[in-house]
């Protein structure tokens, strides 16, 4: 059947251009990434609750919000941040391949049913759904470059005009800049005058409310049906004032006489930003950063590329003394690496060209192969864009690997050519290569058959290892068909048309020919060596089997001993530095250690520029007045001596003295694969009761299990962590005191710290880690840090906290470890008036029976109709000792009073 295609040659070669032409459209119109799309679809959801806490936006909205979305379909999981600055992100992960619009759509259905449940301000400011990458995009920095502009005219500037234009950009899914320095109004007002005068603050707001309004007062002369109007008037008002003056000028309260009090007789009015939440700088100028999101589906570099020239564009328009720098963007690097796969690419087609002239000895028979082999990876981009795929690393490197393959078929019809030559030293190469066709034809579809059937079944594996291999056996495949088609059309008309049979007759002598005539009798030799010695071999099994096991079992120790990963780190040009001061820092102190790890940066060889944000958090995007990020970006590969761990290695050494916790991050492998490279972990408690005794078992081995246990997890104002348990009493405890580890970022402190809890717990035990417990002072002075007072104050509550949740919900369980517990309860309710206060809701009594506990305020309500005197208070009747006093017990129960035990002397303070 192909033997025809030499009687059409024309027909031949246009399949061929065809093929390369559906190729190289396809290639125009193919996204280009660094490694295909196998982050997981997400959904991001903001909510703002201007003002509350983490807590409150916990307990109000995103509990609310979690139960509505959990078990939306295609969902693996949901992951929330709330800050202490009223903002919170809501990240809801879907399948991957997953639709991100029908993803949308299925949240979008969800959180609307349960909106009315909402807090109104939350309502009100907006609760935005979006699909998103997680990952940065781009990292722009609008910056000053004198003294003139500060950070709230930059936020505004760029908020004005330039956020509209980049949202505009095709593939943006999101820019914003980070922070809140809109231009407000803001009233300061005095708290001495404001009493002197009895002014309160809601009279000032309803003032404000009432004066500084945008009216619509209507229109004069408007007709009525009744009677034309000769004119009409449209009235105008002045509306919301903008000024500081005109604020200052109104009237907060006014009497019959005239007297007025205004705004600034009680305070004063400036226009400054309505947040002051984040510091943001670059170089240490003044600065506003603006980040960038891409949507699903969307090119990065073109995107990038898009918004550099809108960038350009806009900064024509700067005001003096004003530019923008882009601090970070993912096609740097993954322009740098594409390059260089097309120069392994172009390295590898030269290197063929040569292995194949050198073989050959033939420039018109090498000639045909690479005539070929360009067809075949053209037409390969024509199959990647047919199944969705894109141009990146892995599939550039199939078409690398299927260089050395697809020329072999090039190959075999042109050394068949070749033998049809010496067997009929007078035949043509039209009737040569049918003779080729005819033999040959079967032998290569069924090579190619063989070949695919190798690759093609691994486009079947799923997870994100599976998309990667599947776009690499796909691009493989069709390569290896194309290639097939090309040898069974174009590389036939190419022999006919281009070879010539020199077989019989001598070829003219240079120093080229000379030279291959050289490397082929040496090769001829080498092949005689490796023939004779495969004669030995055969007759030895043994061997051929010894030398296969040898190499199996080389194969599995190397796999044993290399370790393994999914993607190698690369160094991306690029670090985040995370930056944690101690739990309540002011923004102020953030701020200056952010621009002293600036400072150092700066000072470090193969660092280029330094952003830094004081209040923002760029791995979990959440916001605070103790965390910070800055963004070091690196001189470009060739410019720099030391690689990005050297680098990362010298900067933790440098700021480790800094005040604060500084950790620093490679930018994730994988764009949209998480935040930064490496482990991202996020722990669930699901521990069960089990769980926790056996823990305690492990720690304790010879104890028995315990009476309760707390769980400790805080993280402001004050970092800790760890688990205690309350021990079975014996009945000497003495020996059980002081055993409780202490850790400062898992480095073991001590054991023996007498003020890390109260002393009427003294028989607590577990392990406690706090890293704001110092390790740079002696142990024994530990005892007056100001961390152990707030530790010993939280452990207190969490005792007094899981006390009254036992209390409340196993009453039965309460009482019958009662014997055990009353005791250290009363000396703490004895000691420490808070413990008391809560101690009191669960504070029980036995009766003279023992048969029934009661609460003092339980005793008081069963009490209160019987036992009372003749002024109608409550008598409570108790008893020390029952024995002696059992007389006046029976009396006492004759008449259907309830008495109690008070067993110690403490008891009776609390009667």
């Known amino acids: 059947m192909f033997s025809k295609f030499i009687h059409r040659p024309v027909f031949a070669i246009v399949i061929s251009i065809i093929i390369v032409f559906m190729g190289s459209l396809s290639i125009t119109q193919l996204p280009t990434s660094q490694f295909p799309e196998i982050a997981p679809t997400t959904v991001n959801i903001f909510i703002a609750y201007p003002g509350s806490s983490a807590d409150v936006l916990v307990k109000s909205t995103l509990i609310t919000l979690e139960n509505a979305i959990n078990g939306v379909q295609d969902m693996r999981y949901i992951a929330t941040d709330a800050t202490s600055a009223g903002e919170a992100t809501l990240r809801v992960i879907f399948e991957p391949g997953t639709d991100p619009n029908e993803a949308v759509i299925r949240v979008k259905t969800r959180v609307d049913q349960v909106m009315p449940l ?3 301000l939350v309502q009100r400011e907006g609760v935005v759904i979006t699909p998103i990458q997680p990952s940065m995009l781009m990292y722009v920095n609008l910056y000053s470059t004198g003294k003139n502009m500060d950070e709230k005219f930059l936020y505004n500037y760029a908020n004005v005009n330039m956020l509209p234009e980049i949202n505009r950009v095709k593939g943006v899914a999101r820019s914003q800049i980070l922070g809140s320095r809109t231009y407000a109004m803001r009233i300061w007002l005095n708290p001495d005058r404001m009493r002197a005068y009895n002014i309160s603050v809601d009279e000032v707001m309803k003032a404000l409310g009432e004066q500084s309004i945008v009216g619509r007062p209507g229109r004069l002369g408007q007709s009525s049906g009744i009677k034309a109007q000769s004119l009409e008037y449209v009235l105008t008002y002045k509306g919301r004032f903008s000024e500081p003056s005109e604020y200052e000028d109104i009237i907060v ?9 205004r705004l600034k007789d009680i305070g004063k009015a400036e226009l400054g930003s309505e947040f002051f939440d984040i510091y943001s700088s670059l170089d240490g100028h003044p600065s506003a950063s603006i980040v960038l999101k891409q949507n699903y589906g969307s090119n990065a570099s073109d995107v990038i590329k898009q918004v550099k020239e809108k960038l350009e564009e806009m900064k024509e328009t700067f005001p003096p003394g004003m530019d923008y720098k882009i601090s970070y963007d993912v096609s740097q690097f993954l322009d740098a690496s594409i390059e260089q796969v097309l120069h392994t690419l172009r390295d590898a087609f030269i290197l063929v060209a040569i292995v194949v002239f050198i073989f050959l000895g033939d420039w018109r028979s090498t000639l045909i192969p690479i005539l070929a082999v360009p067809v075949s990876l053209i037409g390969a981009f024509f199959a990647i864009q047919f199944f969705g795929l894109s141009i990146n690393l892995v599939t550039l490197f199939a078409l690398v690997l299927a260089i050395g393959i697809v020329v072999d078929d090039a190959i075999v019809v042109v050394e068949a050519v070749h033998a049809k030559f010496e067997e009929f030293p007078n035949i043509t190469p039209y009737m040569a290569v049918k003779k080729v066709l005819g033999e040959i034809s079967g032998a290569i579809i069924a090579i190619t058959a063989v070949m695919v059937s190798v690759f093609l079944p691994i486009s079947f594996m799923s997870g994100p290892v599976g998309t990667f291999y599947r776009q690499f056996s796909i691009t493989m495949a069709s390569s ?36 291959l005539d050289k490397f082929n009798s040496g090769f001829e030799k080498m092949t005689g060596k490796y023939v004779g010695l495969l004669r030995h071999m055969v007759s030895r099994k043994w061997l051929t089997f010894a030398i296969l096991l040898l190499f199996c079992a080389g194969t599995f120790y190397v796999n044993k001993i290399l370790p393994s990963g999914f993607i190698p780190s690369e160094d991306q040009g690029t670090i985040y530095a995370i930056i944690q001061t101690p739990p309540g820092s002011t923004l102020e102190t953030t701020n200056q250690v952010s621009q002293r790890l ?23 995007e959440g916001r ?25 290695e010298e900067l933790e050494e440098k700021s480790h003295n800094l ?5 620093f991050f490679e930018p994730p492998a994988i764009p949209g694969f998480g935040s930064s490279g490496g482990f991202s972990l996020r722990l669930l408690d699901k521990n069960n009761t089990t769980d926790y005794q056996d823990f305690y078992k492990q720690l304790y081995p010879y104890n028995e299990p315990p009476l ?5 997890n805080v993280d402001y104002p004050f970092n800790l962590t760890g688990i205690l348990y309350f021990p079975k009493i014996k009945q000497s405890y003495e020996i059980q005191k002081d055993k409780i580890q202490l850790y400062s970022n898992q480095v073991f402190v001590t054991e023996e710290v007498k003020d890390i809890v109260p002393e009427f717990l003294m028989l607590l035990q577990g392990v406690i880690d706090s890293p704001d417990i110092p390790l740079n002072v002696s142990r024994s002075y530990l005892q007056g840090d100001p961390n152990v007072k707030k530790i010993n104050n939280h452990i207190t509550k969490k005792v007094a906290d899981k006390l009254e949740s036992i209390f409340n919900t196993d009453r039965k369980e309460f009482e019958d470890k009662w014997d055990s517990l009353g005791l250290f309860v009363k000396y703490g309710m004895m000691t420490d008036d808070k413990f008391l206060e809560k101690a009191n809701k669960f504070h029980i009594f036995g009766d003279v029976d023992k048969e029934k506990f009661y609460t003092l305020d339980e005793y008081r309500t069963e009490t209160q109709a019987l036992q009372t005197n003749k002024e109608g208070q409550l008598v409570i009747l108790y008893t020390t000792d029952a024995v002696q006093q059992d007389s006046y017990i029976q009396a006492a129960k004759q008449k259907g009073y309830k008495v109690v035990i008070l067993e110690t002397i403490v008891d009776a303070s609390f009667i």
């Open 118 to 120: 909402l807090p109104e």
């Open 253 to 261: 309260r006014a009497n019959s006489n005239g007297e007025s009090i």
């Open 480 to 515: 290896i068909v194309i290639s097939a088609i090309v040898a069974l059309t174009l590389t036939p008309v190419l022999c006919a048309m281009l070879l010539k049979n020199h077989h019989g007759h001598e070829r003219k002598k240079n120093l080229l020919t000379k030279g």
């Open 598 to 620: 600036q400072k150092i940066c700066e000072h470090v060889d193969g660092v280029e520029s330094v952003s830094s944000l004081a209040g923002y958090e760029i791995m979990t």
């Open 624 to 648: 605070g007045s103790n965390a910070g990020t800055c963004l070091i970006n690196l001189k470009p590969w060739g410019d720099r001596k030391h690689k990005v761990t050297e680098i990362m």
């Open 659 to 663: 005040g604060a916790k500084v950790e």
């Open 708 to 712: 309760f246990w707390i769980h400790l």
